[in-house]
């Protein structure tokens, strides 16, 4: 019985709500403009009749299993389904054939791969031939980075084309169809309606599921802020810890105290926590921050950033996460520097240039009698008891031109350092490099 309502245009009356208010042409598609808009690169694929093979990436709800029915549609290309959940070599082999039998008969066929990035490297190569020839025109679907998901030579075949994450305007029109659809408002306060906004999270179809539970409502009600918190169950946010969105949101926390932005770097330390990631691995990373980004121009920070990882490790969640939010603070307020940073890295640039370099004589170990007879240790002055208690010594190999790995340019603590060092510099200048 759904064959014939779909073949007639419209849907059965039980279908789900977001199933009614599917987009019929790809004019009435919300919140992707910069692609299907005038001038849109899949506009202009569809107004010059033809079409070439891509890949939607973008996250749930955004459009990307309408955008391929309604393309096939507009082209007048016949529309093809499988996934890459359910189906296996045997499905697409058995695609591939039908398609070719309609190229055959001069029809072509789009083919549209749900969730692409399930199928192994294997499988996604075994598409590259009927893309080749032009069996099939391939719109893969997916919610994962294709560079990190999708074969180079299949991507090398395809278009990418991005997928906006719907915003409160295009939410709101698909509300304003929805009510339509039902001939009523949704029984919401304007502060409310708002909220279930919030609560979509940028997902269309998600968003029409939690409007047909508020239709189902009993006649008469009206929600509150309130109210409608206890009438839907807040879902999580999308964040998978082992895949783009997890490193796109700790490059985001990384960066956020970096630039000393510390109301943004709370920002990504709760989105991070309240998608489920690792508090312990957050932990590491601000650790990872105190040494990399501050350094020397605030050494307490090293201090404060492991006290709240001891903390977290002594409080558990939730209390111990005050003490990383504490920490991130501190870091994002703190003086930045990467003096120590760069200088370490020169530094093991030069140990591998100049491999086993021996220590000059005098900063040698002269632990026996016979060491002591090659001149280990002779010469050496002990700088505390110099008159400056600066020998200007020379502690590089012996040949080695004197390199200057650490150059603090002055922020917070290093404001002394640098200037200690500057006055070092001229005392072994006016010593004579490489005295002993």
Known sequence: MSDLFEAAGVHPPDAPLAERLRPRALDEVVGQDHLLGEGGPIRRMVDGGRLGSMILWGPP???????????????????????????????????????????????????????????????????????????????????ENPSFELNGALLSRSQVFVLKRLDDAALDQLLIRAEAAEDRALPLTPEARQALLALADGDGRYLLTLTETLFALPAGTVLDVQGLAGTLQRRAPAYDKSREEHYNLISALHKSVRGSDPDAALYWLARMLNGGEDPLYLARRIVRMAVEDIGQADPLSLLVANAARETYDFLGSPEGELALAQAVVHLATAPKSVAVYEAFKAAQRSARETGSL???????????????????????????????????????????TRPTYYAPKGEGHEEKVKARLERWAALRAAKGEGAT
């Open 358 to 400: 021996m220590p000059p004589a005098h900063i040698r170990s002269p632990a026996t009698k016979l060491l002591k007879d090659l001149g280990y240790g002779a010469g050496y002055q002990y700088d505390p008891d110099t008159l400056e208690g600066f020998s200007g010594a020379n502690y590089f190999p012996d040949g080695m």
């Open 61 to 143: 709800g955004t459009g990307k299993t309408t955008i391929a029915r309604l393309l096939a549609q507009a082209a007048g290309y016949q529309f093809q389904q499988i996934s890459a959940v359910f189906s296996g070599v045997a499905d697409l082999k058995k695609a591939f054939e039908t398609a070719r039998g309609r190229r055959a008969a001069g029809q072509s066929t789009l083919l549209f791969v749900d969730e692409i990035h399930r199928f192994n490297r294997a499988q996604q190569d075994g598409f590259l031939p009927f893309v080749e020839e032009g069996v099939v025109t391939l719109v893969g679907a997916t919610t």
